[in-house]
T-cell receptor, first 116, second 112 residues
Framework: DAGITQSPRHKVTETGTPVTLRCHQT?????MYWYRQDPGHGLRLIHY???????DKGEVSDGYSVSRSKTEDFLLTLESATSSQTSVYFC???????????????FGPGTRLTVT | KQEVTQIPAALSVPEGENLVLNCSFT??????LQWFRQDPGKGLTSLLL?????REQTSGRLNASLDKSSGRSTLYIAASQPGDSATYLC???????????FGTGTRLKVLA
């Protein structure tokens, strides 16, 4: 299994508070992604990174910010949590494979966030 | 804008049956397509990745095919087992982006 950890694994927070989720990888992969998964919507991309300090928005980026100061860590911050951000958050990584550029994705175990 | 659809949303089959899961996409300019499995409350596990130049990939009882021109991929599961019960998702990596777009998945239940 790819070395990807997410912390915390579960969190309950109150509306209006800032929350930071951490994704840590030991694979030295270049690309990192944050998704949220909700019933009826599937997996939706929030933000992604294509290198240290290089990030871009996904399809549901409003209310979220990210930072990547080193290859192994990708942080997702909910600036002021709302109930609509209650979800399961997944981090993923990808890189070229031995057969060339494949961008095959590997996922972390997820963080279940509840905003009350 | 790339859109990915998986039909059916749910499927129940008896053990031992061969089955096909479908994935369709609207923009044929893809770099690759990846199939995942997700068990309840768990993360996603990569099953197969097909690059745009390939027509199919096989791993054990799983075979994935890709037809870029028609915007379709299928995941074939041979001799299904109760342990195959899970949600199966496909994701498309569109050329010129660094992003995957996911389908909403097919929830499979294999009955013993």
């Amino acid at each position: 299994d790819a070395g990807i950890t997410q912390s915390p694994r579960h969190k309950v927070t109150e509306t209006g508070t800032p929350v930071t989720l951490r994704c840590h990888q030991t694979e030295n992969h270049r690309y990192m992604y944050w998704y949220r998964q909700d019933p009826g919507h599937g997996l939706r991309l929030i933000h992604y990174s294509y290198g240290v300090k290089d990030t871009d928005k996904g399809e549901v980026s409003d209310g979220y910010s990210v930072s990547r100061s080193k290859t192994e860590d990708f942080l997702l911050t909910l600036e002021s949590a709302t109930s609509s951000q209650t979800s399961v958050y997944f981090c993923a990584i990808s890189e070229s494979g031995s057969a060339g550029i494949t961008y095959e994705q590997y996922f972390g175990p997820g963080t279940r966030l509840t905003v009350t | 804008k790339q859109e990915v659809t998986q039909i059916p949303a749910a499927l129940s089959v008896p053990e031992g049956e061969n089955l096909v899961l479908n994935c369709s996409f609207t923009d044929s300019a893809i770099y690759n397509l990846q199939w995942f499995r997700q068990d309840p409350g768990k993360g996603l596990t990569s099953l197969l990745l097909i690059q745009s130049s390939q027509r199919e990939q096989t791993s054990g009882r799983l075979n994935a095919s890709l037809d870029k021109s028609s915007g379709r991929s299928t995941l074939y599961i041979a001799a299904s087992q109760p342990g195959d019960s899970a949600t199966y998702l496909c994701a498309v990596f569109t050329s010129g982006t660094y992003k995957y777009i996911f389908g909403t998945g097919t929830r499979l239940k294999v009955l013993a």
